[in-house]
């Protein structure tokens, strides 16, 4: 070859490509060809700033159970009964995290076959074929499946405040894993796990639906089988630690930008759209329940910016990745109004006890929420494009799926505590409800007098 004697042979990545760079003597570069990247490099390998973000919002979104919600709700009902929801909390995330291992995560993610539309597949049992190097997409399938099992995690754990203050925690062990695999586990399939709501085009970025809507009918239903706790509407039942409720709702907007931007799967900028319109619609949910608080009642309360904040992130939650700040900021606003008339009807109206407003704010906030997806998703109004389908076709869709979940939450939640009610019973005697289930239920107080 005379002059041109190869000294070295390097392989360059860009992009989707490979660059095949041949050092020649006398500095000479030829570049000899652009070839793809062979199969170890490109999708099936492991995208370290993708896992590390997953990684990170797995965390995020236990830490929203694991303290967040425990101390939100646990702040929110009354001395006696603050260790109980603690419990009820901390419990839920162990018996979900076993479920999801024995087959739960399997039927909802796995291949379903001929069966795909309605259930996933049983090949992913107690994951026989995980390994570290198996992926989902270019992030581990152990991360994948972690992720997925925190948001598992949270929604029976929502549900809590529906029946606060009243449930045996026996009942409420059973209630949970039963609705766990009955309910949550088909929903999150057909919409997550490729089945017949997710072929039909409906848009649920991290769980409007999936989550919220489901949560908040089953603590709906709950409400209505257990009955009003003993006093309720006629006595007053404020918190009984409001910083501990501040703090717990400081943690749940915190853990939210994992819940909504770790749902995008990546690090990169509809992950960071995500957050974005995340942190804008709490923070105008927040402002406008205060607002309205402020008008009707003459004072701002802490209670109400906080329920605000958590009705914004609830709304925002299926839309997160499909829309704009601008879609982000109206979005949270009429969250804050929804869903503070949502609340004041349900208690003073219907006068259901539904404790911590589970139904108003997640039920109603997250079916306004994947409804506006389908509006503000569109191009013209700011968003990441509807990929061809028409702003009502997509609305259309997205009331579907609303109704499918809300109906079958519904029927099976119904089904499940009337099942659990004839086995074991559901609900404290009425003499243990006036002592409180911290002592009756697990003999011990969150606080000691002195």
Request: glycine share 12%; with cysteine.
């Given at each position: 070859?005379?002059?041109?004697?190869?000294?070295?042979?390097?392989?360059?990545?860009?992009?989707?490509?490979?660059?095949?760079?041949?050092?020649?003597?006398?500095?000479?570069?030829?570049?000899?060809?652009?070839?793809?990247?062979?199969?170890?490099?490109?999708?099936?390998?492991?995208?370290?700033?993708?896992?590390?973000?997953?990684?990170?919002?797995?965390?995020?979104?236990?830490?929203?159970?694991?303290?967040?919600?425990?101390?939100?709700?646990?702040?929110?009902?009354?001395?006696?009964?603050?260790?109980?929801?603690?419990?009820?909390?901390?419990?839920?995330t162990c018996l979900?995290?076993?479920?999801?291992?024995?087959?739960?995560?399997?039927?909802?993610?796995?291949?379903?076959?001929?069966?795909?539309?309605?259930?996933?597949?049983?090949?992913?049992?107690?994951?026989?074929?995980?390994?570290?190097?198996?992926?989902?997409?270019?992030?581990?399938?152990?991360?994948?499946?972690?992720?997925?099992?925190?948001?598992?995690?949270?929604?029976?754990?929502?549900?809590?405040?529906?029946?606060?203050?009243?449930?045996?925690?026996?009942?409420?062990?059973?209630?949970?894993?039963?609705?766990?695999?009955?309910?949550?586990?088909?929903?999150?399939?057909?919409?997550?796990?490729?089945?017949?709501?997710?072929?039909?085009?409906?848009?649920?970025?991290?769980?409007?639906?999936?989550?919220?809507?489901?949560?908040?009918?089953?603590?709906?239903?709950?409400?209505?089988?257990?009955?009003?706790?003993?006093?309720?509407?006629?006595?007053?039942?404020?918190?009984?630690?409001?910083?501990?409720?501040?703090t717990g709702a400081?943690?749940?907007?915190?853990?939210?930008?994992?819940?909504?931007?770790?749902?995008?799967?990546?690090?990169?900028?509809?992950?960071?759209?995500?957050?974005?319109?995340?942190?804008?619609?709490?923070?105008?949910?927040?402002?406008?329940?205060?607002?309205?608080?402020?008008?009707?009642?003459?004072?701002?309360?802490?209670?109400?910016?906080?329920?605000?904040?958590?009705?914004?992130?609830?709304?925002?939650?299926?839309?997160?990745?499909?829309?704009?700040?601008?879609?982000?900021?109206?979005?949270?606003?009429?969250?804050?109004?929804?869903?503070?008339?949502?609340?004041?009807?349900?208690?003073?109206?219907?006068?259901?006890?539904?404790?911590?407003?589970?139904?108003?704010?997640?039920?109603?906030?997250?079916?306004?929420g994947s409804i506006?997806?389908?509006?503000?998703?569109?191009?013209?109004?700011?968003?990441?494009?509807?990929?061809?389908?028409?702003?009502?076709?997509?609305?259309?869709?997205?009331?579907?799926?609303?109704?499918?979940?809300?109906?079958?939450?519904?029927?099976?939640?119904?089904?499940?505590?009337?099942?659990?009610?004839?086995?074991?019973?559901?609900?404290?005697?009425?003499?243990?409800?006036?002592?409180?289930?911290?002592?009756?239920?697990?003999?011990?107080?969150?606080?000691?007098?002195?």
């Amino acid at each position: 070859m005379g002059d041109f004697v190869v000294l070295a042979v390097r392989i360059y990545r860009v992009e989707q490509c490979s660059i095949l760079v041949f050092i020649m003597k006398k500095n000479l570069i030829i570049i000899l060809g652009m070839l793809l990247l062979p199969a170890w490099a490109s999708a099936e390998e492991i995208n370290q700033a993708n896992t590390a973000w997953v990684l990170t919002s797995t965390a995020l979104v236990l830490f929203m159970t694991l303290p967040g919600l425990s101390l939100f709700y646990a702040g929110l009902v009354r001395s006696k009964n603050v260790l109980s929801v603690m419990m009820q909390c901390f419990a839920i995330t162990c018996l979900v995290s076993i479920l999801w291992l024995a087959g739960v995560y399997s039927f909802v993610f796995a291949d379903g076959g001929d069966w795909q539309k309605l259930i996933g597949g049983a090949s992913k049992i107690f994951l026989p074929d995980m390994g570290t190097q198996t992926l989902i997409g270019d992030i581990p399938e152990t991360v994948f499946f972690m992720f997925q099992m925190t948001f598992a995690i949270i929604t029976p754990a929502l549900i809590v405040g529906g029946f606060a203050e009243r449930m045996k925690f026996s009942a409420m062990l059973w209630f949970s894993g039963l609705w766990l695999i009955v309910v949550y586990m088909p929903i999150c399939h057909w919409i997550w796990g490729n089945g017949w709501l997710a072929q039909l085009g409906v848009k649920d970025f991290a769980g409007g639906i999936v989550i919220h809507v489901n949560a908040g009918v089953a603590a709906l239903v709950a409400a209505l089988v257990l009955g009003s706790r003993r006093g309720f509407p006629a006595t007053q039942m404020p918190p009984h630690n409001m910083t501990m409720v501040v703090t717990g709702a400081g943690m749940l907007w915190f853990g939210w930008f994992g819940f909504n931007g770790g749902s995008a799967l990546k690090a990169d900028g509809s992950a960071g759209m995500a957050i974005a319109v995340t942190h804008l619609a709490a923070a105008a949910g927040s402002l406008t329940w205060m607002a309205i608080e402020w008008k009707r009642f003459g004072k701002p309360s802490v209670l109400g910016i906080v329920t605000g904040m958590v009705a914004g992130l609830g709304t925002i939650t299926p839309a997160s990745g499909f829309v704009g700040p601008a879609g982000g900021l109206i979005i949270g606003i009429i969250a804050g109004g929804v869903c503070f008339v949502a609340t004041q009807y349900v208690k003073r109206v219907l006068k259901i006890d539904d404790s911590l407003d589970v139904f108003p704010v997640h039920g109603v906030g997250g079916t306004v929420g994947s409804i506006l997806t389908g509006v503000f998703a569109s191009e013209s109004l700011g968003g990441m494009g509807l990929n061809g389908v028409s702003m009502s076709g997509q609305v259309g869709v997205q009331i579907l799926a609303v109704a499918v979940t809300a109906a079958w939450s519904a029927l099976f939640s119904y089904a499940i505590l009337k099942v659990v009610e004839k086995i074991i019973g559901l609900r404290v005697t009425a003499d243990e409800e006036v002592e409180g289930l911290d002592i009756v239920l697990h003999e011990e107080t969150g606080y000691h007098k002195l």
